[in-house]
């Protein structure tokens, strides 16, 4: 079965002033072919984004089976591992400046 390939045309507006309102130019090219491309995600991204995916529903930490929270503790183990900090809580120079608690 052979793939079908279709080719579109873009648009492309270019604005020749600063003004949002201006006068617009339109140019159209064709014959292009947009390919999604996958880049890799650092290690670190991907725990933060597991960890924080693990929380949902929850409720804070007050509805987590066991088995969530060993998940939860690994994924954080696993973090602390990747710090480039080697000992963060006696780096006292990283922490200077103004904290905003929420």
Known sequence: MAAEFATSAWRVRAVTSDDEWGTEKEEVYGGG??????????????????????????????????????????????LEAKNPTPAPTDALTLLNGKWILA
């Open 33 to 78: 072919v947009a390919v999604e491309e996958k880049v890799a995600e650092p290690e670190t991204e991907r725990l933060k984004k597991a960890l924080v995916g693990s929380f949902y529903g929850t409720n804070r930490g007050l509805k987590a089976t066991s088995e969530t929270r060993a998940e939860i503790v690994e994924l954080i183990t696993q």
